[in-house]
């Protein structure tokens, strides 16, 4: 039972143009979201969050949407940057259920490219 | 700030053995996560611990244990080792509470099983 989804494994973008990776839920008890990075040989590194009472978060270069009614959230970073190719995943929480337990999507490969 | 540290980064076990992973949470947080990274998938929640006690446990069987001490670091164990425990272990740091808040995670320790 896959509650979080990120249909593309992989994803390559060139350099100074957008990149747009989209993650899909089930759960309707989520309410509290986030992005992480990771490199290789490295732990995932949080990027940017967003609760259910936003519909948009944004920090620097990077921003994230929120669509409840279509239980999908994705990210954009502008521009991209060859520093940004990474495995990103998206990850959700729900309140209230004790643990801040975070239910993870299964990645998607970014390429920058040149 | 120290970060989230976790120890040893690689090991070899083999089947049946019973293996003992530590982690060392972030200055300030009193909350640590366990997640299992399998090859291509995104983290699995294994755990919480919140102020020495056990606050929600993911779908692992009993033979994997934890221990979290006065000082927020944390153990996790795992008995009866068997070749699926193949993995990326993953500890993740926050602060506390029944609201999500970010986790901070450490660089992971590859456990292979033979």
């Known amino acids: 039972d896959q509650q979080v989804k990120q249909n593309s494994p992989s994803l390559s973008v060139q350099e100074g143009r957008i990149s747009i990776l989209n993650c899909d839920y089930t759960?309707?008890?989520?309410?509290?979201f986030l992005w992480y990075k990771k490199y290789p040989a490295e732990g995932p590194t949080f990027l940017i969050s967003?609760?259910?009472?936003?519909d948009k978060n944004e920090d620097g270069r990077f921003t994230v949407f929120l669509n409840k009614s279509a239980k999908h959230l994705s990210l954009h970073i502008v521009p991209s940057q060859p520093g940004d190719s990474a495995v990103y995943f998206c990850?959700?929480?729900?309140?209230?259920?004790?643990?801040?337990?975070?239910?993870f999507g299964q990645g998607t490969r970014l390429t920058i490219n040149p | 700030e120290t970060g989230v540290t976790q120890s040893p980064t690689h090991l070899i076990k083999t089947r049946g053995q019973q293996v003992t992973l530590r982690c060392s949470s972030q200055?300030?947080?009193?909350?640590v996560s366990w997640y299992q990274q399998a090859l291509g998938q995104g983290p699995q929640f294994i755990f919480q611990y919140y102020r020495e006690e056990e606050n929600g446990r993911g779908n692992f069987p009993p033979r994997f244990s934890g221990l979290q001490f006065p000082n927020y670091s944390s153990e996790l164990n795992v008995n009866a080792l068997e070749l699926d425990d193949s993995a990326l272990y993953l500890c993740?740091?926050?602060?506390?509470?029944?609201?999500?808040?970010?986790?901070?995670f450490g660089p992971g320790t590859r456990l292979t099983v033979t």
């Open positions: 759960n309707s008890m989520f309410d509290y």
């Open positions: 990850a959700a929480s729900a309140r209230g259920q004790g643990a801040q337990k975070l239910v």
């Open positions: 993740a740091s926050s602060l506390g509470g029944t609201i999500a808040y970010e986790q901070y």
């Open positions: 967003i609760s259910s009472i936003k």
């Open positions: 200055s300030g947080h009193n909350t």
